[in-house]
Every structure is written in structure tokens, then in C-alpha cells.
């Protein structure tokens, strides 16, 4: 693994998105069963519909990635997910929720912006090594986050404080993200 300062930004962006996933991809779903009381059908039918419309979205995401830059994309990806972390939050109509859970799921792949980022920065042969030092960071947020949004729920009896925490987290993540270069140059031959 490579650990170096220069790659700061990546290590950042991959450990917030880390946080920022499992928390929605652990607590959205215990919302949806355990408050709004949606059944086992209903959430199959969510998680095929989101496979089905991916085929169709991700390919698009990677053309705005291209198109407009990441810093574009990541500004715009995380600013529409505080809105969903909001809703989860706040809104109490599970068909506005179910919704939410798509846009989240859908938008997944602007995340691949964090990875062209960091294709286009890291030195000659590097890229693998660099890669598994920010599975490394992705990890340690998988670990961290459910169990302690799960200990805050159980102890405060709210289930909206993981969206709040998921709310920092994304501002952060919206901050970091003004720092990618406007215009990066294509990525080294390795």
C-alpha cells in the first residue's frame, strides 16, 4: 500500500464516501422495515428496479464524468444526497422514501469520480498500491460507522441521528470535493 500526502484529497473523498455509504446502505433499510414496516416484496422489488435502471444510469454518470469533470459531478452527487439524507431524516411518506433509496442507489456511481481522480494524479505504478491504501480507508468507515450509528439509535431511540451524522458527513464530503481541480489532465500511460 502507498500512503502519500499528495494523495491526501483521494484518501479523504474515499474514507467519506466509505462512511457516507454505510450508512445509508445499513440504516436506509432498517428505516424502511423497521419504522415504515416495508415488507420483504417490497424491498426485492426496490433492489431489482435499482439493478434494472442502473444498466441504463451508470453509463451515463461515467459520460458526465468524462464530460464535466469530477469536481462537477462529486459537488453535484453530494449535494443532491444531503437532500435524500434529509428526507430520510425528516419526511415520514415511504413512497417519498422509497424514492429517496433509488436516487441514493442510482447516484452510486458518481463515486467512480473519487477513482478516475486519482488516475489522473497518481505517479507510474502506483495506481494499485494507492488503490488498496483507499480500500484500506473504505474499510475502516465500513467497521466504524454501522456499529456506532447503530449504538447511537438503540441509545438515544432516534433513528434520524445516522442521517444527521450522515448530513456532516456529506457537507464534508461536499468540501473536499471543491478542492479537486477544475480541469485535470487525461490520465499517464502506466
Known sequence: MV??????LYYLLTFLEGCRRQIFGTFAP???IMVYHAGVETMLNLAFLNAAVSIVVQPLIGRAIDRLGERRVMMAYYAILVAVFAGYAFISNRSVL?????VDNLLFGCAMAITTYVNRIVRPNEMTPTL???TTMNH???????ATGGVLWKTLGNFQIPFFIGIVVLVASLIASR???AHLPAPAEA
Open 3 to 8: 500512503l502519500r500526502r499528495e494523495y491526501g
Open 132 to 134: 488498496a491504501m483507499g
Open 98 to 102: 422509497f424514492g429517496f433509496y433509488m
Open 179 to 181: 478542492r479537486l481541480p
Open 30 to 32: 432498517f428505516v424502511l
Open 140 to 146: 475502516i468507515a465500513a467497521v466504524l460507522v454501522p
